[in-house]
C-alpha cells in the first residue's frame, strides 16, 4: 500500500519534470476571488472565506472544490452585470444567513454590530459616573468610638487583625 | 496497565472527595488532625492523576493497541515525541491532561504552604479539591482515556480485541509547536485556578480582601505568563502549519483562549489599585472569580462542540457537565460574596480625575469590554439561531472592526498610565510628560507613513507604538539617573539595578514593551499580499521584489508520511536570496490526512511565506501559494519579551540597602520619591 503510494507520487513528480503541457489558468478572475472573501466557504470544514478558502488539512491548500465552485458562480454574476452587494444577497437567499463572514448590518445581524457599541457606552456611563461619586466623596472622617458606625468597622477590623495574625508571607 | 491507570483515577476521585468532605468538616471542627490528614488527601489526590497520567503515557509508548485511546491518537511509526502530544490530542488525554497540570499546582500550593496561613489553608484546599473533583468526575465517569477495545467473538460473547496499528496522531498537530503550545496553554487556564480558590477561600473565610491578593500574586502571573504564552504559540502554530497566511483567524477556540487572558490582565492591573490605595476589593474578587469561569468555559468551547470550530475537535456529550459545573461555580461565588461581602469593604476614593487611579479604571473597563466583545460574538451565530432559527456567521472581519479600536486605546493608556502619578497629576507635569513622547510618537507615524504603510490603523498603531516606547524608557531612564547620580554607576547599569530593586514594576514595563513589539507586528496585517500560481518547472512568479522559480521537485518518505517537497529559489532582482522547501506530508493511518509544512523567509520587514498547496485536482500541476506578510516577526519577538518582563517581575526585589550600604537613610526614598511623586514610599508594591 505505501509502496504504491510512492510510486504514484515518484509518477507525479516525473509527470511535473516532463513539464505537463496544460496550460496555468485560474478559473475565476480577481474581482471574483474579492468578493468571495465576503462569502464564507460552505463546505463546513474549513471555517475562511470562499476567497481565501485555504482548508487546513486538505490534501490541496488552495480553495477547496466547494470553494471553486462559489467562485465560478460569483463570475457567473458578474457575467450578468451584478453588482457585489447583489451578488451577495443572491448567495443567502441560496445559502441563508451562515454565507456571511461577517453579520450582515441589517435585521438580526445589526444586533452584533451595535452590541460592542452598547457595551461601550453603557460601561464608560458607568465609570464616569463611579470615578464622579468617588472623586467627590469628602476624606473619611474620623469615626469617633461609641458612635452607631462604628460597629462594622471593628468587625472589619478584628477581620483584618485576624487575617494578618492567620497568614504570613 | 490500563486497569491500574482507570484505578488511580478512580482513587484519586475517592482521595479528592474526602479531601472535599473532609475538608468541610476540618473547617467546622478545626481539629487539628483532620486539617492534616484532608492535606495530605489533597496531596495523595495529585500524586494518583499523575500516576494515571504516566500509565496513559506508557500505554502509548508501549503501542498498546488494545486501547480504544491509543488506537485513535496513535500508531507504531509515530516519533517518541509526538507519543508525548498524544496524551491530549483526544478529549479523554486532553481532560486528563488538565487534572495533571491542575494537580502540579494544587501539589505546590499545599507543599508551599503546608506550615503557613493555618486557618486559611484548609479553605483553599476544600476549594481546590472541589475544582479537581470535577474534572476527575469527567475522567473516571464521563471521558475515561482507559477504555479497552472488545470484540464480539464467534459465541456471541465480547472479549477483549487488539489492533495491529493505530490510527495516528492528527498531523495538524503532528509539529514540535504543538508538542509545547497546549501544556503552555492548559497550564494558563488551570493556573488561575490558584488565584481562584485563594479568593473564593479568603472570602468564606471573612478575611478582608487584601490578603489573597498579596498571596496570590505570583502565581497569578505565572498563570498568565503561561496563558501568553499559550496563546502567542499557537499563533505561531497556525501560522507555520496550516498554510492560510495567517495567525490569528478569531476562531471559537482561539477567543475562548483569548478571554481569561483579557480579565486576566485587567486583574493584574487592577491588584495594583488594591494594593496601592485599598480599592476595588469586591471588583478584583469578582474579576478573579470572572476569569476562572472563562479559563472553564473556554475548555468547554474547545471541547463540547457548541460552536464550530477546526479545533473543537470532537462534538460529544460533556456539554452537560460542564454547564452544570459553571452554573454551580457561580452559583457558590454568588452564595459567598452575599453572605460575606461586608468583610470587602472598601473605602472607593478619587483625589483627582486625573490620575493613576483613574486610568487604571480605564484600563479595566477596556479590558472588560473587549472581553465581552470577543465572548458576544464568538456565541452570537448561536444567539441568532436561538432567536431567529437563523445561524448568522461571525467571522474575523467583524472582530478585527470591532477589536482593532479597543486594542489601540489599550495601547494608547499603555502609554498614558505610566506618565500618570498616583492621586493626583497637575496639567503642568502631563504637558511636561506628554511632549516628548509625542513627538516620538509622531516622528514614528510619518516614517511608517513615508516607508509606505499607508492604512490609517495602522499608522496610528505604530504612531502609539513609538509613544509607548518612549513613556517606557522615560520610566528607565528617569529612576536610572537618580541612582546613578547617587551609587556613580553608569545609566545603563544604574537602570538595571533600578528593574532588579522593584522587578514587579519595571518587569511590567518589560512586558508593555512586549506588547508594543506584538502591536508592532499585528500592524503589518493589513499589508499582506498573496500570489497563486501553478506552476511547471522552471516556472517563475513574481511577488513584491521577489521572484519565485520553482527549480524542482522530490519526494521523501518518512517512517510516518510521505512528503512532496517543492524547490523554490527566491531572487532579489537577479540575486539569489535563498532556497526555499514548501512541502505536502501526506500521512499513514486510516485518517487520511495531509499537511503542510511552510517555508518562510523571515526578516524584521517582512516574512515572504512559500505553500506549496498541493497538485491542483483541475489542471494537475503544482501550485505554489505565496504571501508577503509584513512586520509579522514582531510578534514573536514581542512574545520574547512579554515572558522575559515576567519573568523579572517574579523575581525577587533586590535590597538597596546592599548597594547603598552606609547611604543615608533617606536615600532610598528619595530614590522612591523621585520615580513616584505624591505616594509615600512602599517598596515593592508598585
Same mark, same amino acid.
Given at each position: 500500500?505505501?509502496?504504491?503510494?510512492?510510486?504514484? +507520487?515518484?509518477?507525479?513528480?516525473?509527470?511535473?519534470?516532463?513539464?505537463?503541457?496544460?496550460?496555468?489558468?485560474?478559473? +475565476? $478572475?480577481?474581482?471574483?476571488?474579492?468578493?468571495?472573501?465576503?462569502?464564507?466557504?460552505?463546505?463546513?470544514?474549513?471555517? *475562511?472565506?470562499?476567497?481565501?478558502?485555504?482548508?487546513?488539512?486538505?490534501?490541496?491548500?488552495?480553495?477547496?472544490?466547494?470553494?471553486?465552485? *462559489?467562485?465560478?458562480?460569483?463570475?457567473?454574476?458578474?457575467? @450578468?452585470?451584478?453588482?457585489?452587494?447583489?451578488?451577495? /444577497?443572491?448567495?443567502?437567499?441560496?445559502?441563508? $444567513?451562515?454565507?456571511?463572514?461577517?453579520?450582515?448590518? @441589517?435585521?438580526?445581524?445589526?444586533?452584533?454590530?451595535?452590541?460592542?457599541?452598547?457595551?461601550?457606552?453603557?460601561?464608560?456611563?458607568?465609570?464616569?459616573?463611579?470615578?464622579?461619586?468617588?472623586?467627590? @466623596?469628602?476624606?473619611?472622617?474620623?469615626?469617633?468610638?461609641?458612635?452607631?458606625?462604628?460597629?462594622?468597622?471593628?468587625?472589619?477590623?478584628?477581620?483584618?487583625?485576624?487575617?494578618?495574625?492567620?497568614?504570613? /508571607? | 496497565?490500563?486497569?491500574?491507570?482507570?484505578?488511580?483515577?478512580?482513587?484519586?476521585?475517592?482521595?479528592?472527595?474526602?479531601?472535599?468532605?473532609?475538608?468541610?468538616?476540618?473547617?467546622?471542627?478545626?481539629?487539628?488532625?483532620?486539617?492534616?490528614?484532608?492535606?495530605?488527601?489533597?496531596?495523595?489526590?495529585?500524586?494518583?492523576?499523575?500516576?494515571?497520567?504516566?500509565? =496513559?503515557? &506508557?500505554?502509548?509508548?508501549?503501542?498498546?493497541?488494545?486501547?480504544?485511546?491509543?488506537?485513535?491518537?496513535?500508531?507504531?511509526?509515530?516519533?517518541?515525541?509526538?507519543?508525548?502530544?498524544?496524551?491530549?490530542?483526544?478529549?479523554?488525554?486532553?481532560?486528563?491532561?488538565?487534572?495533571?497540570?491542575?494537580?502540579?499546582?494544587?501539589?505546590?500550593?499545599?507543599?508551599?504552604?503546608?506550615?503557613?496561613?493555618?486557618?486559611?489553608?484548609?479553605?483553599?484546599?476544600?476549594?481546590?479539591?472541589?475544582?479537581?473533583?470535577?474534572?476527575?468526575?469527567?475522567?473516571?465517569?464521563?471521558?475515561?482515556?482507559?477504555?479497552?477495545?472488545?470484540?464480539?467473538?464467534?459465541?456471541?460473547?465480547?472479549?477483549?480485541?487488539?489492533?495491529?496499528?493505530?490510527?495516528?496522531?492528527?498531523?495538524?498537530?503532528? &509539529?514540535?509547536?504543538?508538542?509545547?503550545?497546549?501544556?503552555?496553554?492548559?497550564?494558563?487556564?488551570?493556573?488561575?485556578?490558584?488565584?481562584?480558590?485563594?479568593?473564593?477561600?479568603?472570602?468564606?473565610?471573612? &478575611? #478582608?480582601?487584601?490578603?489573597?491578593?498579596?498571596?496570590?500574586?505570583?502565581?497569578?502571573?505565572?498563570?498568565?505568563?503561561?496563558?501568553?504564552?499559550?496563546?502567542?504559540?499557537?499563533?505561531?502554530?497556525?501560522?507555520?502549519?496550516?498554510?492560510?497566511?495567517?495567525?490569528?483567524?478569531?476562531?471559537?477556540?482561539?477567543?475562548?483562549?483569548?478571554?481569561?487572558?483579557?480579565?486576566?490582565?485587567?486583574?493584574?492591573?487592577?491588584?495594583?489599585?488594591?494594593?496601592?490605595?485599598?480599592?476595588?476589593?469586591?471588583?478584583?474578587?469578582?474579576? %478573579?472569580?470572572?476569569?476562572? =469561569?472563562?479559563?472553564?468555559?473556554?475548555?468547554?468551547?474547545?471541547?463540547?462542540?457548541?460552536?464550530?470550530?477546526?479545533?473543537?475537535?470532537?462534538?460529544?456529550?460533556?456539554?452537560?457537565?460542564?454547564?452544570?459545573?459553571?452554573?454551580?461555580?457561580?452559583?457558590?461565588?454568588?452564595?459567598?460574596?452575599?453572605?460575606?461581602?461586608?468583610?470587602?469593604?472598601?473605602?472607593?476614593?478619587?483625589?483627582?480625575?486625573?490620575?493613576?487611579?483613574?486610568?487604571?479604571?480605564?484600563?479595566?473597563?477596556?479590558? !472588560?469590554?473587549?472581553?465581552?466583545?470577543?465572548?458576544?460574538?464568538?456565541?452570537?451565530?448561536?444567539?441568532?439561531?436561538?432567536?431567529?432559527?437563523?445561524?448568522?456567521?461571525?467571522?474575523?472581519?467583524?472582530?478585527?472592526?470591532?477589536?482593532? #479600536?479597543?486594542?489601540?486605546?489599550?495601547?494608547?493608556?499603555?502609554?498614558?498610565? #505610566?506618565?500618570?502619578?498616583?492621586?493626583?497629576?497637575?496639567?503642568?507635569? =502631563?504637558?511636561?510628560?506628554?511632549?516628548? #513622547?509625542?513627538?516620538?510618537?509622531?516622528?514614528?507615524?510619518?516614517?511608517?507613513?513615508?516607508?509606505?504603510?499607508?492604512?490609517?490603523?495602522?499608522? =496610528?498603531?505604530?504612531?502609539?507604538?513609538?509613544?509607548?516606547?518612549?513613556?517606557?524608557?522615560?520610566?528607565?531612564?528617569?529612576?536610572?539617573?537618580?541612582?546613578?547620580?547617587?551609587?556613580?554607576?553608569?545609566?545603563?547599569?544604574?537602570?538595571?539595578?533600578?528593574?532588579?530593586?522593584?522587578?514587579?514594576?519595571?518587569?511590567?514595563?518589560?512586558?508593555?514593551?512586549?506588547?508594543? !513589539?506584538?502591536?508592532?507586528?499585528?500592524?503589518?496585517?493589513?499589508?499582506?499580499?498573496?500570489?497563486?500560481?501553478?506552476?511547471?518547472?522552471?516556472?517563475?512568479?513574481?511577488?513584491?521584489?521577489?521572484?519565485? %522559480?520553482?527549480?524542482?521537485?522530490?519526494?521523501?518518505?518518512?517512517?510516518?508520511?510521505?512528503?512532496?517537497?517543492?524547490?523554490?529559489?527566491?531572487?532579489?532582482?537577479?540575486?539569489?536570496?535563498?532556497?526555499?522547501?514548501?512541502?505536502?506530508?501526506?500521512?499513514?493511518?486510516?485518517?487520511?490526512?495531509?499537511?503542510?509544512?511552510?517555508?518562510?523567509?523571515?526578516? !524584521?520587514?517582512?516574512?515572504?511565506?512559500?505553500?506549496?498547496?498541493?497538485?491542483?485536482?483541475?489542471?494537475?500541476?503544482?501550485?505554489?501559494?505565496?504571501?508577503?506578510?509584513?512586520?509579522?516577526?514582531?510578534?514573536?519577538?514581542?512574545?520574547?519579551?512579554?515572558?522575559?518582563?515576567?519573568?523579572?517581575?517574579?523575581?525577587?526585589?533586590?535590597?538597596?540597602?546592599?548597594?547603598?550600604?552606609?547611604?543615608?537613610?533617606?536615600?532610598?526614598?528619595?530614590?522612591?520619591?523621585?520615580?513616584?511623586?505624591?505616594?509615600?514610599?512602599?517598596?515593592?508594591?508598585?
Amino acid at each position: 500500500m505505501i509502496k504504491a503510494k510512492r510510486i504514484v +507520487y515518484l509518477a507525479v513528480v516525473l509527470a511535473l519534470a516532463a513539464g505537463p503541457i496544460v496550460l496555468a489558468q485560474t478559473a +475565476y $478572475s480577481q474581482r471574483a476571488k474579492e468578493i468571495a472573501t465576503k462569502l464564507k466557504c460552505m463546505c463546513r470544514g474549513c471555517d *475562511m472565506s470562499a476567497g481565501l478558502c485555504a482548508h487546513p488539512g486538505g490534501s490541496f491548500s488552495g480553495p477547496c472544490d466547494t470553494a471553486k465552485g *462559489m467562485l465560478k458562480e460569483v463570475d457567473a454574476h458578474l457575467a @450578468k452585470g451584478e453588482s457585489e452587494q447583489q451578488i451577495i /444577497d443572491a448567495f443567502v437567499a441560496e445559502y441563508g $444567513s451562515l454565507v456571511y463572514v461577517e453579520p450582515p448590518k @441589517k435585521g438580526f445581524g445589526l444586533v452584533a454590530w451595535l452590541m460592542p457599541v452598547a457595551y461601550s457606552v453603557v460601561g464608560l456611563g458607568l465609570l464616569v459616573f463611579v470615578v464622579r461619586k468617588w472623586a467627590m @466623596k469628602p476624606p473619611a472622617p474620623a469615626v469617633p468610638a461609641g458612635t452607631a458606625g462604628a460597629a462594622p468597622n471593628e468587625a472589619l477590623a478584628r477581620a483584618r487583625a485576624q487575617a494578618s495574625r492567620e497568614t504570613e /508571607d | 496497565m490500563d486497569v491500574f491507570g482507570s484505578f488511580t483515577l478512580l482513587l484519586a476521585f475517592v482521595c479528592a472527595a474526602y479531601a472535599f468532605v473532609g475538608g468541610i468538616a476540618a473547617i467546622l471542627t478545626r481539629h487539628p488532625l483532620l486539617v492534616k490528614s484532608t492535606r495530605q488527601a489533597g496531596m495523595a489526590t495529585c500524586v494518583l492523576i499523575f500516576i494515571a497520567t504516566f500509565s =496513559l503515557e &506508557y500505554l502509548l509508548f508501549s503501542d498498546n493497541f488494545s486501547q480504544a485511546y491509543v488506537v485513535s491518537h496513535s500508531n507504531r511509526d509515530l516519533s517518541a515525541f509526538y507519543k508525548v502530544a498524544a496524551l491530549w490530542s483526544g478529549q479523554e488525554g486532553s481532560l486528563l491532561f488538565w487534572s495533571f497540570l491542575l494537580s502540579i499546582y494544587v501539589i505546590s500550593v499545599l507543599i508551599a504552604y503546608r506550615n503557613k496561613n493555618g486557618e486559611l489553608m484548609p479553605y483553599v484546599g476544600v476549594v481546590l479539591a472541589g475544582v479537581q473533583i470535577f474534572f476527575l468526575t469527567l475522567n473516571n465517569f464521563v471521558e475515561s482515556p482507559f477504555k479497552t477495545l472488545a470484540a464480539v467473538n464467534a459465541r456471541g460473547m465480547l472479549e477483549p480485541f487488539a489492533r495491529m496499528d493505530g490510527n495516528g496522531l492528527n498531523p495538524l498537530l503532528q &509539529y514540535p509547536e504543538m508538542v509545547i503550545h497546549p501544556p503552555n496553554l492548559y497550564s494558563g487556564y488551570t493556573g488561575f485556578t490558584i488565584p481562584f480558590a485563594f479568593a473564593l477561600a479568603a472570602l468564606l473565610a471573612r &478575611y #478582608p480582601g487584601e490578603k489573597w491578593i498579596h498571596l496570590t500574586r505570583k502565581w497569578t502571573m505565572v498563570a498568565w505568563c503561561f496563558q501568553s504564552l499559550g496563546i502567542l504559540l499557537g499563533a505561531h502554530w497556525a501560522y507555520a502549519v496550516l498554510g492560510w497566511g495567517g495567525y490569528w483567524g478569531w476562531d471559537p477556540v482561539e477567543n475562548a483562549s483569548l478571554l481569561p487572558w483579557l480579565t486576566g490582565t485587567a486583574f493584574l492591573h487592577s491588584v495594583m489599585m488594591q494594593e496601592k490605595r485599598g480599592m476595588m476589593k469586591v471588583w478584583n474578587v469578582w474579576l %478573579v472569580f470572572c476569569t476562572f =469561569l472563562l479559563c472553564i468555559l473556554g475548555t468547554f468551547l474547545t471541547r463540547s462542540g457548541v460552536v464550530s470550530s477546526v479545533h473543537a475537535f470532537a462534538n460529544s456529550h460533556i456539554g452537560p457537565w460542564f454547564v452544570g459545573f459553571l452554573m454551580l461555580t457561580m452559583a457558590v461565588c454568588f452564595a459567598a460574596y452575599a453572605k460575606n461581602r461586608d468583610y470587602l469593604k472598601t473605602e472607593n476614593m478619587l483625589d483627582s480625575m486625573i490620575s493613576r487611579e483613574s486610568s487604571f479604571l480605564f484600563n479595566n473597563l477596556l479590558f !472588560l469590554i473587549a472581553c465581552i466583545a470577543v465572548l458576544s460574538g464568538t456565541l452570537f451565530p448561536v444567539f441568532s439561531e436561538w432567536f431567529t432559527n437563523n445561524r448568522i456567521s461571525v467571522g474575523a472581519p467583524f472582530f478585527n472592526k470591532v477589536m482593532i #479600536p479597543i486594542g489601540l486605546t489599550i495601547l494608547f493608556l499603555t502609554g498614558v498610565g #505610566p506618565l500618570l502619578a498616583w492621586r493626583k497629576t497637575s496639567v503642568d507635569s =502631563l504637558k511636561r510628560n506628554f511632549g516628548w #513622547p509625542l513627538i516620538v510618537g509622531l516622528l514614528c507615524g510619518v516614517a511608517a507613513f513615508a516607508l509606505g504603510y499607508h492604512d490609517g490603523a495602522s499608522v =496610528l498603531c505604530l504612531f502609539l507604538c513609538g509613544f509607548v516606547t518612549w513613556t517606557i524608557g522615560m520610566e528607565f531612564y528617569r529612576g536610572g539617573k537618580v541612582i546613578a547620580s547617587r551609587t556613580g554607576m553608569g545609566l545603563l547599569m544604574a537602570s538595571h539595578e533600578l528593574a532588579m530593586r522593584n522587578t514587579r514594576r519595571y518587569g511590567g514595563y518589560v512586558v508593555h514593551f512586549g506588547m508594543v !513589539l506584538v502591536f508592532i507586528g499585528l500592524a503589518g496585517a493589513a499589508f499582506n499580499t498573496e500570489a497563486q500560481k501553478a506552476m511547471n518547472i522552471g516556472d517563475s512568479m513574481k511577488l513584491g521584489k521577489y521572484t519565485l %522559480v520553482l527549480q524542482s521537485a522530490d519526494t521523501k518518505a518518512e517512517k510516518n508520511y510521505t512528503a512532496q517537497r517543492m524547490i523554490v529559489e527566491v531572487l532579489e532582482g537577479n540575486k539569489q536570496i535563498m532556497m526555499l522547501y514548501p512541502e505536502k506530508r501526506q500521512f499513514q493511518g486510516t485518517e487520511q490526512a495531509a499537511g503542510t509544512m511552510v517555508a518562510i523567509y523571515s526578516t !524584521l520587514r517582512e516574512d515572504l511565506y512559500v505553500v506549496y498547496a498541493g497538485m491542483d485536482p483541475d489542471t494537475n500541476m503544482p501550485v505554489i501559494h505565496a504571501f508577503l506578510n509584513p512586520l509579522v516577526k514582531w510578534i514573536w519577538l514581542g512574545g520574547v519579551w512579554v515572558v522575559l518582563g515576567t519573568l523579572l517581575a517574579l523575581a525577587p526585589n533586590r535590597r538597596a540597602a546592599l548597594v547603598m550600604a552606609g547611604a543615608p537613610q533617606t536615600a532610598s526614598s528619595a530614590i522612591a520619591q523621585a520615580l513616584n511623586p505624591g505616594v509615600p514610599l512602599r517598596e515593592g508594591h508598585d
